[in-house]
T-cell receptor
Framework: AQSVTQLDSHVSVSEGTPVLLRCNYS??????LFWYVQHPNKGLQLLLK??????LVKGINGFEAEFKKSETSFHLTKPSAHMSDAAEYFC????????????FGKGTTLSVSS | DGGITQSPKYLFRKEGQNVTLSCEQN?????MYWYRQDPGQGLRLIYY???????QKGDIAEGYSVSREKKESFPLTVTSAQKNPTAFYLC????????????????FGPGTRLTVT
């Protein structure tokens, strides 16, 4: 069975400082992993995805994530936070088979202060 | 413009009434999904459909029903049997890819917030 755990429900940073959102996963397969972002009352937007190619994945808006199989982690980082990054972030795991459902973490709310 | 549309954005109903949420996509995707989102719980899968005229229950299907008569459309009905229907509902779609190359990335609509009183 697959599962995903987002280790922090809420992260607060100052504008211009680094962002780290932590995610651990469990999967019986070699998984596909995703990070999605959701702004208030909006749908979800894909930030980046890992599908067994390079372990360091670059996404949109300066975000990146590193797949570490030995640690079963897929943490999301950004060198310098911007006010517009304030949103909810979801780590997601899939066995990668087309048409199957994604398994979502419970989300991490990122707050950015000026 | 390709994408997924959900309507309406906000929906209010009285307890005991059935209500249908619309989801349409013009991405030519085979698979479509319905999720429910509650605060602090992430997204939970209600139903999904891999092809027309076929669909499967997700983790929380009780009190919901769906149909998939057209590739572009996957409406969700929230029935009076759903005990706690007030939530944010998200529809998604994904392309059908052979093997695992596609990674099963899903594309989401803007959501419908349903309030039942």
């Amino acid at each position: 069975a697959q599962s995903v755990t987002q280790l922090d429900s809420h992260v607060s940073v100052s504008e211009g400082t680094p962002v780290l959102l932590r995610c651990n996963y469990s999967s019986s397969y070699s998984p596909s992993l995703f990070w999605y972002v959701q702004h208030p009352n909006k749908g979800l937007q894909l930030l980046l995805k890992y599908t067994s190619a390079a372990t360091l994945v670059k996404g949109i808006n300066g975000f990146e994530a590193e797949f570490k199989k030995s640690e079963t982690s897929f943490h999301l980082t950004k060198p310098s936070a911007h006010m517009s990054d304030a949103a909810e972030y979801f780590c997601v795991v899939s066995d990668g088979q087309a048409g199957t459902a994604l398994i979502f973490g419970k989300g991490t709310t990122l707050s950015v202060s000026s | 413009d390709g994408g997924i549309t959900q309507s309406p954005k906000y929906l209010f109903r009285k307890e005991g009434q059935n209500v249908t949420l619309s989801c349409e996509q013009n991405l030519n995707h085979d698979a479509m999904y319905w999720y429910r989102q509650d605060p602090g719980q992430g997204l939970r899968l209600i139903y999904y459909s891999q092809i027309v005229n076929d669909f499967q229950k997700g983790d929380i299907a009780e009190g919901y029903s769906v149909s998939r008569e057209k590739k572009e459309s996957f409406p969700l009905t929230v029935t009076s049997a759903q005990k706690n229907p007030t939530a944010f509902y998200l529809c998604a779609s994904s392309p059908w890819t052979s093997g695992r190359a596609g990674g099963n990335e899903q594309y989401f609509g803007p959501g419908t917030r349903l309030t039942v009183t």
